[in-house]
């Protein structure tokens, strides 16, 4: 066996997954079909996430959430299927000991979450049920928000419980587990010696959190029913059971399945028996929940149909007629006369509305009456020679105020050259001095040139703003601001990523870490980060291009951020906003991920270090990195993940400041004052430059 050598115990480094059967016709078949599975899952699922984010018709709490129940099961299905997909391919199929940990750590984080968002959905219906007077107020952005972040918290709760229970397991047998995952119940199978603690710390886990969210469920449907009962409409009681037939139905697929696999005894059912439904809960209820929802959602399939139908014609058609409309004078607008292919305005708004809609439109009266006025308005504000191109923004700053602006110049400007002057020797010192010659110094000496160029990016337009009456900014200018701003911006999340990553190998790999870390995979890193943080700035300075703006030109911020442009843009955007949305979040997630797992790993080494002066000096050097991840996902957090509504302009402002000028100027006060081999640098420099 791989983990026994002349009988003496060694550590496992890896197991091989026995999977769902080692007859070859069989896999084929399964492959085909599992793999069809997953493609229906992830693109259904994904549909359903963007057309809750474009369509206003499911802009409320119970697709809010159904967006995130859609986002859970992309990730708890890929976190399973590929790797089962690779079972059916190869011969033998191995996964590493910390790739196995990282795979039922994952498994347990958006399973849990999933319990968690059903429970959250089933008290979004009864509120809207039986207090509906109070919907509104008592389910706002704020309520939702918090609701899904105790979902997913405690996801990452029963994650980080199971990740921590597998390090702590004892393997020094066979390393073949008998599942096509890793599964907590096998590897228990595996371990050598008594687990009974382990295991009843699982099943408290997992035995917690299910009655804990199935009691939530059981008291809202049953206040739900009680209040249904009570309506005297007929129509009433049938809206009612129609806005929970599908939560229900999906409430039934998944509790019934999980609670067979993690609450009934082993002794109830056989390996193959758990195997089957795990697929079922794992790989085929994840496809079936986008399924149930829209087929039996009439909100979820009119939405679809009006993005099918507007989609086609509306974009096309409204380009072409506007490039026309603006080489027309206004009396052959309204005349039909010269260029212009309509004989009337009327005729030309009836015509844009046909596009927009797919089919005809009533002359007056409705919502389709309040279009065609706005259109009418449009049309005569840009034919009386209102309209004129933007060619450039005003960028309103911080504050009108005299002499706050004379102090707030003076403070950022102080703060500005440290910043640069303090980055610059970070990155001298770490060129220079053979005592820092290491990876994550390597690192942070990027990190510190990349914080010069996000706030040099923005700070001196700024501090030009508090000295003139009236800052503009040209409309390229503009989107070159927003670029490098998104651009570095995002290279500092994925920095801050890799040297969390960095630290996982020092600390858990000390052995492997000159081979893992060459200077090669260093700079295959730093490529890498650079790479993330310019696709991210490409897209928002095409974004920028692509936003049409046709009225007030005066930017809200003290620099050109894509919110504040987005509200100056007069038309629908709400493609742009979301596709800007799903790559902030999928960023951010992404390497937080990265982070919060690395960390991970280091505390649950750190746990098994018996030397206090080990200990002491692993977690000194996290705590400069950990402190500047604090401060920048904090801030950025604030303002790109949370709604707009839960914060005004100008708190965004002062966060802005906050992580685009003063973090900046911590970073390397922060690894500098907490440093021994900085410090150490700096006073060698320091004495030689002295003495020559």
């Known amino acids: 066996m791989d983990s026994l050598v002349d009988g003496n115990h060694t ?6 997954l026995v999977g769902l059967t080692h007859d070859p016709v069989l896999r084929v078949f399964l492959f085909i079909i599992i793999l069809c599975i997953y493609l229906v899952t992830v693109s259904g699922n994904l549909c359903t996430i963007l057309l809750i984010s474009l369509s206003s018709l499911v802009h409320h709490p119970m697709y809010f959430f159904l967006s995130h129940l859609a986002f859970t099961d992309i990730i708890f299905s890929s976190s399973v299927t590929p790797n089962m997909l690779t079972n059916f391919l190869v011969e033998q199929n191995t996964i590493s000991y910390h790739g196995c940990a990282f795979q039922l750590g994952t498994t347990a984080v958006f399973g849990a979450a999933e319990c968690f968002l059903l429970a959250v959905m089933a008290y979004d219906r009864f509120m809207a049920i039986c207090n509906p007077l109070l919907y509104s107020t008592k389910m706002s952005t704020q309520v ?8 997913y918290a405690g996801g990452l709760l029963n994650g980080c419980t199971f990740i921590i229970l597998f390090h702590l397991l004892p393997f020094c047998g066979s390393n073949r587990i008998n599942h096509f995952f890793c599964d907590f119940a096998p590897l228990i199978e595996l371990s050598c010696s008594d687990v009974s603690v382990l295991t009843a710390v699982a099943s408290i886990s997992a035995g917690f959190f299910i009655p804990l969210t199935m009691l939530v469920i059981v008291f809202s449907y049953l206040y739900i029913l009680l209040t ?3 309506m005297r409409s007929t129509e009433g009681c049938h809206k009612a059971f129609s806005t929970c037939t599908s939560h229900l139905t999906a409430v ?3 509790y019934g399945t999980v609670t067979f696999i993690y609450v009934l005894p082993k002794s109830m059912y056989s390996t193959d028996q758990n195997k089957v439904i795990s697929v079922f809960y794992m790989v085929v209820i994840p496809m079936l929940n986008p399924l149930i929802y829209s087929l039996r959602n009439k909100d979820i399939k ?6 099918i139908s507007r989609k086609i014609f509306s974009y096309l058609e409204l380009g072409a007629l506007f490039t026309t409309f603006l080489m027309m004078d206004h009396e052959d607008l309204h005349t039909g006369g010269g260029r212009w292919p309509y004989s009337s305005a009327d005729t030309m708004v009836t ?10 439109w009533p002359v007056e009266g409705g919502e389709e009456g309040e279009r065609r006025q706005q259109l009418h308005s449009l049309m005569d504000s840009l034919g009386d020679g209102n309209y004129t191109a933007v060619t450039e923004f005003i960028l309103l700053g911080l504050t009108q105020h005299p002499v706050l602006r004379i102090f707030l110049f003076i403070i950022i400007l102080c703060i500005y050259l440290v910043t640069v002057s303090g980055n610059l020797c970070t990155i001298l010192l770490i060129r220079l001095s053979s005592l820092v010659h290491h990876p994550m110094y390597y690192f942070l000496s990027h990190l510190a040139l990349v914080d010069i160029v996000l706030s040099s ?3 001196p337009n700024m501090l030009v703003n508090f000295l003139v009456e009236q800052n503009t900014i040209s409309y390229h200018g503009c989107a070159f601001q927003l670029g490098s701003a998104a651009l570095f911006g995002a290279a500092e999340y994925f920095l801050l990523a890799v040297m969390a990553y960095d630290r996982f190998m020092a600390i858990c790999n000390p052995l492997l870490y000159s081979t893992k870390m060459s ?16 696709l991210n700035g490409c897209t928002f300075n095409l974004g920028v291009y692509l936003l049409p703006f046709c009225g007030p030109n005066r930017v809200n911020h003290f620099y050109c951020d894509f919110s504040p442009l987005v509200e100056l843009s007069c038309s629908d955007v709400s493609v742009l906003t979301a596709v800007a949305s799903s790559i902030v979040g999928s960023l951010i997630l992404f390497t937080m991920l990265v982070i919060v797992f690395s960390y991970l790993y280091i505390l649950i080494t750190i746990l098994k270090m018996r030397s206090t002066e080990g200990r002491r000096k692993a977690f000194s050097t996290c705590t400069s990195h950990l402190s500047a991840v604090t401060l920048y996902y904090g801030t950025t957090t604030f303002i790109y993940v949370l709604p707009k509504s839960m914060y005004s302009t100008d708190q965004n402002k002062v966060i802005s400041v906050f992580y685009m000028v003063v973090i900046p100027m911590l970073n390397p006060l922060i690894y500098s004052l907490r440093n021994k081999d900085i410090k150490e640098a700096l006073k060698r420099q320091l004495g030689r430059k002295i003495f020559s």
């Open 228 to 230: 249904i009962l009570k």
């Open 457 to 459: 990016s923005v700070t």
């Open 519 to 534: 200077t090669q995979v260093c700079v295959q890193l730093i490529m890498v980060a650079y790479a993330g943080g310019l």
């Open 252 to 254: 039934t697929l998944y």
């Open 144 to 151: 939702c928000v918090q609701l899904i972040m105790v979902a």
């Open 11 to 16: 550590a496992v480094t890896e197991f091989i």
């Open 302 to 307: 009119e939405a679809l149909k009006r993005q």
């Open 351 to 360: 015509t844009v509305l046909q596009a927009l809609s797919g089919g005809s």
